[in-house]
Each structure stands twice: as structure tokens, then as C-alpha cells.
């Protein structure tokens, strides 16, 4: 890949698209058809000031790459990108495409509280195969606020305007997080198949002194072995469970914790280094948090 190139204005976007000149410099709507990029630039890569949402439509064949799995969705598919993350164009994903990019610059946003409720929305963290996939009602709900930020854009700027703008995609946001949830649950089975190898994962590494070797594992290191982003995984499983990657991982830490407490003479130091603490008030913290009683007590009112 190139070395990503810096796109600090939404003006300078819609130069190297191909597209007109922006009738706002700070949020812009515009259709995939309408971009016109040259051959020399369609592998380029580039990095923005921008919150990038889109909606791609006409998938080939009517499967779409969801994750690790294709599923049949032929409907609307989103994706989010957060600012200053890396985004590549390739020509496989513009012949024929369908659909709206939306881009707001970050200073677009100074001044309300959206600029900090947007980092709150999991998706933006995503990566570009966990997109989110549409129904026909979810999609005409999405595409009517589309349809009125455009509007908004293109009249005659106000006093009402940045407001109507704001709330207008603050909606938009909600919905889509609404969306996603729904996706979550309707996952199921796939989803059930994810908790099953979250759960294979974590045996491992219990059962065969990972821990001793390599430390407690990271949410990271799970959801890469997963092929997952982090922040998906963590709110595919709260959904599913109410349990994020983390808590996951410390209940199975104070689960074999007790089981060591219970049926060995291990010392609670030897036990907070079996299970990969570096310090033993680490390990003693985290099993009070859980339990309401300190590693040794636990073994007290268990004998």
C-alpha cells in the first residue's frame, strides 16, 4: 500500500474524487456514481478529518462478506470510518455501486455534545468487513435523514442550519446504532459460534499454562484471533451476554482462581503468577471486585 495521504479539507476530498466543489467546506453528501476517479489513483490510500458514513448497494451475486462468513444480504450495506483512519480505493468497490457517502469534518461537530458522543458509537471502530446491513424499512429510515441533511445543505445557510445539521445526524447515528443491535441478535447463530470459540480460545490458554507463559490475554489478541476488531467482539458480546471481551476474560481469571483457592495449597501469590499477574495485588484487587471477598477469605469459607 502507498503511504496514506493526509486530506484535511472536504474541498480537497471532493478534488481528488472527481466531484464538485462542496456547497458546505464542513459536511458533505454526494453518490458513489457521482465519483470519477483516474486509474493512476484508484489504489491510493488516504487519511482524513473526516467521520466517512456510507451506504453500498447491489452486492455481487447478492452475498455480502460479513466478518468471516458471506451471508445473503443483497440490501443496503454501511460502513463507518473514524477520522484519521486509513482508507483505500479500489475500482472493485465503485463499478456499478449504489448509494451515499456522507463526510463531517471534526470541526463541524465543535460545540456540541455529539463531537463526544460520536466516540461512544462501537462501529466507528469497526473494520470495513463488519459492515452493517440493511433491511428495506431500515434503509428508507436511513436514506430520509440522508435525504434531509442534503436538503439542509444545499438551502440557503441560517441560523438554524449547523443545528438542523447536527440533530439531523445525531438521529442518523442513533438509528444506526439501533440497527446494529438488531443485526447482533439476528446473528444469532453466528454469533452463538463466536461465543463458542471465545470460550475455546480461553480453555486453551487455562488449560495448557499459557498464562504463565505469555500473561493474561488481551481483548485485542482475542479478537484477532477471531478475525474480529476488538470493540466489535466486546459489543457483539455485551448484546448477547451484557459482558464485554474484558469481563469475560476476568470471570474465567476468578472462576480458575477459585478452583486453585478450593483444591490446592498454592499461596495466593503462586496463584496470581499461575494466572499470569505480575503482581499479586493485581490478582487480589480483581477477585474482590468480583467476589466481595479477598482471595484468602474465599478459601476460608470454602474449607
Not at 469534518?105 to 471502530?125: E, I
Not at 459460534?193 to 486453551?204: G, H, Q, R
Amino acid at each position: 500500500m502507498k503511504t496514506p495521504e493526509k486530506v484535511s479539507s472536504i474541498r480537497t476530498l471532493h478534488q481528488f474524487l472527481g466531484l464538485t466543489k462542496p456547497s458546505n467546506p464542513l459536511i458533505s453528501v454526494f453518490n458513489f456514481d457521482q465519483v470519477r476517479l483516474e486509474s493512476e489513483t484508484i489504489l491510493s490510500a488516504v487519511t482524513t478529518d473526516f467521520y466517512v458514513i456510507a451506504l453500498k448497494k447491489d452486492c455481487t451475486g447478492g452475498k455480502c462478506r460479513y466478518g468471516q462468513q458471506y451471508y445473503d444480504f443483497d440490501e443496503g450495506i454501511m460502513y463507518f470510518i473514524a477520522p484519521h483512519q486509513v482508507l483505500q480505493f479500489k475500482d472493485v468497490l465503485l463499478n456499478g455501486v449504489q448509494g451515499f457517502v456522507l463526510v463531517v469534518h471534526l470541526d463541524f461537530l465543535h460545540g456540541y455534545t455529539l463531537a463526544s458522543q460520536v466516540r461512544a458509537y462501537g462501529y466507528f471502530s469497526y473494520t470495513a468487513n463488519e459492515a452493517l446491513h440493511l433491511s428495506d424499512k431500515e434503509e428508507k429510515s436511513i436514506t430520509d435523514i440522508i435525504d434531509n441533511i442534503e436538503r439542509e445543505i444545499d438551502a440557503n445557510m441560517d441560523a438554524f442550519t449547523q443545528d438542523l445539521l447536527i440533530s439531523n445526524l445525531d438521529l442518523l447515528l442513533k438509528y444506526c446504532d439501533r440497527f446494529y443491535n438488531r443485526q447482533f441478535l439476528t446473528r444469532k447463530k453466528a454469533n452463538n459460534d463466536l461465543l463458542s470459540k471465545l470460550e475455546i480460545l480461553l480453555d486453551d490458554y487455562f488449560k495448557n499454562d499459557k498464562l504463565i507463559e505469555n500473561g493474561i490475554p488481551s481483548v485485542h489478541s482475542i479478537a484477532a484471533q477471531l478475525n474480529l476488531s476488538a470493540n466489535y467482539l466486546s459489543d457483539m458480546l455485551r448484546v448477547q451476554t451484557g459482558q464485554t471481551t474484558q469481563q469475560h476474560i476476568q470471570n474465567r481469571l476468578v472462576e480458575k482462581a477459585k478452583e486453585l483457592l478450593s483444591t490446592t495449597e498454592m499461596s495466593v501469590s503462586e496463584i496470581a503468577y499461575h494466572l499470569g499477574f505480575e503482581h499479586p495485588q493485581s490478582f487480589h484487587r480483581l477477585f474482590k471486585s468480583r467476589t466481595s471477598i479477598s482471595p484468602l477469605e474465599f478459601r476460608v469459607s470454602f474449607n
